[in-house]
């Protein structure tokens, strides 16, 4: 497939996982939706190192997988943390803090 | 879709027809196999009345599954009950098709046979085949939480988390075990570890992995004892302790899916293990003809997996079950840090030259 | 039709499709299954690039850890199914949807005027993407940032495991 078409596809999906963080209420898919940009971006990558012959993108792919992952976890954990006191995935409910 | 095409398609269907036709096989009478030997240890008789040996017991088992009836629990969340069972037996299966059993190929024409077809010993020579390996076992986590949580009840889900965090934990376990083996032999692809482990010192000590690497093979087999939930971790699906685990509300085909992928699983690991530290289809000193050396090949790896899933079978009936916090203490306390400094010391080895 | 374009093709639809179902569904559990399908669609799509490593560690760890993770979280947790499926209400959601498309028309103009996007992608040679290359670059141009994200990795296991204790009785 020509290069216009992987791009076309990964700024297809960010945009799905924008809408994803803007639209949703579980916080649990607002993570799969930061997951899913993530992953657009990483197709971009790939798709950029091999349109050049390169390899420093997938390196970089690499890298934004490490990232990814550990954001996970650590975004987990604060979510364990609030459920815990709020007892529910509910985003519009964790209002504490607004005005 | 041109004549060439077509026939690498047919090549691959029949070597798929060969190896998955084994491994269900397999599957099927492992399940025999289990009952005698256990019987053998326990100073008893199994199942010997169906066929000659009890040797008809798996076809009687299967049908009497087939006609059990199918509950599905009222609290299950119904596409992913049935989604999940499908969920384990897919990887456990598809492990099979990057394992070799011989290794040359064979042309059907030195069997007699009028077509010009290749049987070659592997359905997919993948270059990352190990890595496919691993990632397959990263995914049979899926069926096992998916089992728990769509059951809709307290000792599935339990059994389904303790399950999950136990294979997890090990899948680490198993990697690292795996590593100092890629290292001496430089290379991915399970042919070419196999291959490399050919020949004998002083003549009759054949040179396989497991004389170089003894304590990545004695950590790759804790782990996947541990990974397979096989004896002496198999205390998320133990009866006293949490009924049936995962699949506790699972019945007839479905639990047969769940019985046939522990299996497949069991199987395939054990072909790992062969492949990876025993030389898998090597026979040291041996040099024949083609088709014969295939042959003899494919037998020698089907022996060296057997007396595998015997050792399976064997320690299961041996030894106590691990407690839970004495499973996870294991695995990451104990064996991940001796799995970490035996990569360290080949690393060490390999960069100095000696290995 | 080479088989390449074909398979390319079929993942990135599933790629799309299973996106969309990720934010549609109101099932957390769910929407973490569409997730995995579509990672596994994004594999694929790293190997008809050429990126056989690439595929291999995203289905280790994405596929097999990441979403795991969410699984098992939900699992722990087993939150009840929340009863709307946006947080705001009808028009809100509808201006933000109509806003993405736009937003994507506009990615999809600058992607067109790339120069040389429509042609073909460089030929590559056989060791392109295998792990031996990917692992030579790694440890020396890039070994700064491998260790760094060592140390990163490290930091969010312990912050991770410290935020998600539970408190000791006693403690404060």
New interface residues.
């Given amino acids: 497939m020509p290069l216009v078409s992987y791009i076309s596809l990964s700024a297809v999906l960010f945009t799905i996982g924008v809408m994803g963080v803007l639209l949703k209420r579980n916080a649990l898919t607002i993570f799969m939706s930061i997951e899913l940009m993530l992953n657009a971006v990483n197709v971009a990558l790939a798709a950029f190192a091999r349109h050049h012959g390169g390899l420093d993108g997938q390196i970089f792919v690499f890298f934004v997988m490490a990232v990814a992952a550990a954001e996970a976890a650590v975004g987990l954990a604060i979510f364990i943390a609030i459920f815990r006191l709020k007892k529910t995935t509910d985003v519009t409910e964790i209002n504490l803090m607004r005005w | 879709m041109d004549a060439a095409m077509l026939k690498e398609i047919g090549e691959i269907v029949v070597r798929m027809l060969i190896i998955f036709t084994a491994v269900f096989t397999g599957v099927a009478y492992m399940t025999l196999v289990e009952r005698r030997v256990s019987a053998w240890m326990q100073d008893r008789l199994g199942p010997n009345r169906v066929g000659p040996q009890g040797l008809l017991q798996p076809l009687a088992d299967g049908l009497k599954h087939l006609m059990k009836e199918d509950v599905t629990p009222p609290g299950a969340h119904r596409t992913v009950f049935i989604l999940a069972p499908i969920m384990v037996l897919i990887p456990a299966v598809v492990s099979f098709a990057v394992i070799p059993i011989a290794g040359d190929a064979i042309n059907l024409q030195d069997l007699g046979l009028p077509w010009d077809w290749q049987i070659k010993p592997f359905i997919a020579d993948v270059s990352v085949g190990l890595l496919i390996l691993l990632g397959l076992a990263s995914l049979e986590v899926y069926g096992v939480v998916l089992a728990g949580w769509s059951s809709g009840s307290k000792y599935p889900a339990m059994g389904a988390l303790r399950s999950t965090a136990q294979m997890i934990s090990y899948e680490l376990a198993l990697g690292l075990a795996i590593l100092p083996v890629i290292l001496t032999t430089g290379s991915l692809r399970l042919q070419t570890i196999a291959e490399a482990q050919s020949g004998t010192w002083f003549g009759f000590i054949p040179h396989w992995n497991v004389f170089i690497h003894p304590f990545g093979f004695l950590f790759l087999l804790i782990s996947i004892f541990a990974e397979n939930k096989r004896l002496p971790f198999d205390l998320p699906e133990a009866e006293p302790e949490l009924v049936a685990g995962y699949h506790t509300e699972y019945s007839a085909m479905k639990f047969v899916m769940f019985y046939m992928a522990e299996y497949s699983a069991m199987i395939a690991n054990a072909a790992l293990m062969v492949t990876l530290f025993f030389g898998g289809w090597q026979v040291p000193g041996l040099a024949l003809p083609q088709p014969w050396m295939f042959l003899v090949q494919a037998g020698a790896f089907a022996v060296k997996t057997f007396f595998f899933l015997f050792l399976f079978v064997w320690v299961r009936w041996t030894l106590p079950r691990f407690r839970y916090d004495q499973l996870m203490n294991l695995g990451w306390k104990v064996l991940l840090e001796l799995a970490f400094i035996n990569l360290l010391v080949v690393a060490m080895l390999v960069a100095a030259g000696v290995m | 039709m080479s088989l390449?374009?074909i398979l390319?093709?079929v993942a990135?639809m599933t790629?799309?499709c299973s996106?969309?179902m990720?934010?549609w569904?109101?099932?957390?559990?769910?929407?973490?299954?569409f997730?995995?399908l579509?990672?596994g669609s994004?594999a694929i799509?790293?190997l008809?690039?050429?990126?056989?490593?690439?595929a291999?560690?995203?289905?280790?760890?994405?596929?097999?850890?990441?979403m795991?993770?969410?699984?098992?979280?939900?699992?722990?947790?087993?939150?009840a199914p929340?009863k709307?499926?946006?947080?705001?209400g009808p028009v809100v959601?509808g201006l933000?949807?109509a806003l993405?498309v736009l937003?994507?028309a506009s990615?999809?103009r600058g992607?067109?005027s790339?120069a040389?996007?429509?042609?073909?992608?460089?030929?590559?040679g056989e060791r392109?993407?295998?792990?031996r290359?990917?692992g030579e670059?790694?440890f020396t141009a890039?070994l700064y940032?491998f260790e760094l994200?060592g140390v990163?990795?490290l930091?969010?296991?312990v912050?991770?495991?410290?935020?998600?204790r539970r408190q000791a009785p006693g403690e404060d």
């Fill in positions: 390449d374009t390319a093709s990135s790629a799309i996106a969309l990720v934010i569904q109101r099932n957390a559990v769910i929407s973490a299954l997730l995995v579509n990672l994004v799509l790293f008809t690039l050429g990126g056989e490593f690439l291999a560690v995203q289905v280790i760890v994405y596929a097999g850890a990441i795991v993770l969410f699984l098992f979280v939900i699992m722990l947790l087993n939150p929340l709307e499926r946006f947080a705001s959601t933000t949807f993405g937003f994507v990615l999809m992607v067109m790339l040389g996007a429509g042609g073909a992608m460089a030929s590559v392109y993407g295998s792990t290359s990917v670059l790694l890039y940032p994200a990163l990795l930091v969010a296991m912050g991770a495991v410290v935020l998600a």
